[in-house]
């Protein structure tokens, strides 16, 4: 990695930097690990240029060494095929699209070029099996091998999708499409609707959205992706799923005594999930929670009664963007502007929407809030 400017905090022998990208409509992290290599999660678009690739520039970096792609939403997905091409990333982890109707609509669909959601899927679908093809991608579950594949003082796991989620999905895709014998695939009636664009996708990707626990010696960091508190019918579905079957694995550590939290779809209350942040929580309150706030759709993100129930848990609050007054709603809350007592906070002159956190091994933190962006505290 090259030297990055000294007014963008850097990862060092004894720190860990967390990048949280968030323009409103698209989110995307980056860490940086202290023997050089980062990890990339989605792409951001701002203002129709890719701030994950702006970013990582700056920072100095010429090539990702770990991409993950969370799910096929278009505010994650968005510029994935351009950064993809422009940073070669030595392995990708993606949600498992075999599952999911979507991206067989999106190949189905691949000449009507107006539908910009599945057309930039299909796109970013072409990378992924390419990057398979060299044995560089693979299809991740909360059971999936950590990375990197040789252990260090370092590790990303994939926490979410279940499994269970994946055979949800599956059989949604099955629903449709159907093989018989002699008589080869047939698509059913409402399968030939949404294939021909007649019909709304409406199949809740979330479902399948990647997690990952980031561990570092003795600093824990997650980054939730858009994972949801799941079917309620389901024991292993969504939120109660990942904590039962981490449990049962003996790894309830990866979501337990957090240095920080990416809040988990934008900070939804359907995203939420109590028993989960009773484990994120640190016993001295000091768990930092990041959240990129959305400012589409009728229900803006994060939804207060989130932003209360996250006060109880942690010390400090940073949010990328005011995305539809999601500052005003943090104060309402309970959240008070600044940095919490034993923490810095630094400006950052980003190009858009912008925080950092700096992890030190000896327990301390730094925060970074950019251009749009605040951190509140207790």
Not at 95 to 112: D, I
Not at 225 to 249: C, F, M
Not at 311 to 335: C, K, P, Q, V, Y
Request: glycine share 8%.
């Amino acid at each position: 990695m090259a030297e990055a400017s000294a007014e963008w905090p850097a990862a060092g022998p004894d720190r860990l930097v967390v990048y949280l990208l968030g323009a409103g409509f698209g989110e995307s992290q980056i860490v940086l690990f202290p023997d050089g290599r980062c990890l990339v999660v989605d792409s951001c678009i701002h203002f129709k240029k890719n701030l994950t690739a702006v970013v990582l520039r700056k920072l100095g970096v010429k090539r990702i060494d770990l991409f993950a792609v969370t799910h096929s939403d278009l505010d994650h997905l968005d510029g994935t095929p351009s950064l993809l091409d422009a940073f070669n990333p030595e392995h990708v982890m993606s949600y498992p699209y075999v599952a999911v109707l979507r991206s067989l609509c999106a190949t189905w669909l691949r000449e009507k070029p107006h539908h910009e959601r599945l057309r930039e899927l299909h796109e970013t679908l072409n990378r992924l099996d390419g990057l398979a093809e060299l044995d560089r991608m693979t299809q991740v579950s909360w059971e999936s091998t950590p990375w990197p594949v040789v252990p260090g003082d370092y590790a990303v796991q994939p926490i979410a999708p279940s499994q269970v989620d994946a055979a949800a999905c599956q059989l949604d895709l099955n629903r449709m499409i159907t093989r018989e014998e002699g008589k080869g695939w047939t698509v059913s009636a409402a399968g030939q609707r949404l294939l021909d664009g007649a019909r709304s996708l409406g199949d809740r990707p979330n479902r399948l959205s990647i997690a990952l626990s980031v561990t570092w010696r003795n600093r824990r960091v997650l980054l939730a992706g858009d994972v949801e508190n799941g079917l309620a019918s389901q024991r292993y579905s969504g939120w109660k799923g990942i904590l039962a079957k981490l449990q049962k694995r003996k790894l309830s550590r990866l979501v337990s005594e957090l240095d920080m939290v990416k809040a988990a779809h934008h900070g939804s209350s359907g995203a939420y999930h109590e028993a989960a942040w009773l484990l994120h929580a640190k016993p001295d309150g000091s768990t930092i929670t990041a959240i990129a706030p959305f400012n589409r759709g009728h229900t803006p993100l994060p939804q207060s009664s989130t932003l209360e129930s996250i006060r109880r848990h942690g010390a400090a609050l940073g949010l990328t963007m005011d995305a539809r007054s999601a500052f005003e709603r943090a104060r309402d809350s309970g959240w008070l502007p600044g940095a919490p007592d034993g923490l810095t906070m630094k400006a950052l002159s980003s190009p858009g929407p912008v925080i950092a956190v700096t992890l030190h091994e000896n327990g301390g933190a730094e925060l970074f809030a950019g251009k749009a962006a605040a951190f509140f505290h207790r």
